[in-house]
């Protein structure tokens, strides 16, 4: 059977890391499965664990009152999902739903970030990963902004 | 420059302000346009436009419009059995025939299909001839999406993603933008030949994207939109750099077409 830390490695997001992270790392990991419908993250819930999904497909979602939920993205397998649990307050802004079966690597976000101030060097190269992460969802956040199929931006 | 008579075959609506027709010649059928081309087609009374290809079989051709102006409003409001002129095929198409061997992928967004269709419709008749092939679709909403019901055939024989701006929680496929989609194509990204069409602004980044994932900037092919006027490189409306658009493209590498598109109007 294959080790959350041996599926961590072969992460895009953690391969790489010095010898001996990605246990570390896996230290604070479970294997974790959702039914379809079942929700991964609340909105406005405390921001414990977050996911690298390793199957299915997860819609992150924000509730309307007259429209009903919105779906404004969705994720797949090899994706993460969660980035509030680095920063204080540590909540979700999004609900998260699972579109199918889906399969993830959750991270228990204080273990976490408690092995980070515990070892610094870990904890920046893994905040650098991470907004990387942050960026290519803003400029991807910017694109769905520019209503890039619409007449006006031909 | 003179535009030859077709009558309207059979209408189509696609989108509440989005029409296919089909036109056949009243009397002498124009060349056969190839994918990628474009002819000019007149509203009679009213004005002419350049409208892509969106297929074509023996004689009888497809063209998808949108209601954007006069001119498409005209031609969208045509019924079967009315007349449109239509003079063409005009410009360059896509190179389908140097993607022989190697992975496909197309990137449409919105009405950035039309043109590929056809491109696409050669593929599937030959499709022993490449390895894999992915299309990549973005729409602004599931309720957008174009020929959908030929969307699901396609997908018996290529890898096909769709993604959407926003949906409601119905909606099983992607949100997000179109760009994502190429980053988990199933190719070969130095093996591939891309073809990329769209709105100009999500070309640069489908095209960007494509590079990111290791495909060579001479296999990246977009169709560009200006203002074609004269479609034969005489008038200049349509010039971009070196490039008469009518004429060179709509289809270009990007590599020939990269530095004219980084320069800003200002």
Known sequence: MTSIADLLADHPLFEGLPPGSNELIAGCGRNAH??????????????????????????????????????????????????????PPYRWTFDARAVEPTSAIALDASCLRAKCDDDPALGYELFKRFAGLVRNRLQAARLQLVDLYGNDAS | MVPVAYRVERRREELPDTVTL?????????PTPTPGQFNMLWAFGVGEVPISLAGVDGDVLAHTVRRVGQVTEALCALAEGDEVGVRGPYG??????????????????????VPLRPL???????????GSVALCIGARSPSELLYTEEVSRWADEMDVTIAVDTAPPSWKGRVGVVTKLIASAGIDPTLTTAFVCGPEVMMRFAARAAL???????????????????AI?????????????????????????APQLAVRAR
Not at chain 1, 54 to 81: C, F, K, Q, S
Not at chain 2, 98 to 110: C, E, K, S
Not at chain 2, 212 to 230: H, I, K, Q, T, Y
């Open chain 2, 120 to 130: 696409i419709h050669d593929v599937l008749a030959g499709r022993h001839r490449f």
């Open chain 2, 22 to 30: 089909w036109l056949r010649p009243t009397a002498q059928a124009l």
């Open chain 2, 233 to 257: 490189g005489h008038c200049g409306h349509c010039q971009l750099g070196p490039h008469f658009v009518c004429k060179d493209g709509p289809v270009l590498a990007w590599d020939r077409v």
């Open chain 2, 212 to 230: 990111d994932r290791g495909v060579p900037p001479s296999e990246v092919f977009v169709s560009l939109e200006r203002n074609m006027a004269c």
């Open chain 2, 92 to 113: 360059a198409g896509w190179d389908l025939p140097r993607a022989a061997g190697r992975d496909v992928l197309v990137v449409a967004g919105g009405l950035g299909l």
């Open chain 1, 34 to 87: 959702f039914a379809t419908g079942e929700y991964l993250l609340s909105a406005d819930a405390s921001a414990d664990e977050f996911f690298v999904l390793r199957r299915g497909h997860v819609a992150i979602e924000v509730d309307t009152p007259r429209r009903g939920p919105l779906v404004v993205a969705t994720l797949g397998e090899g994706e993460v999902l969660g980035v509030s649990w680095m920063l």
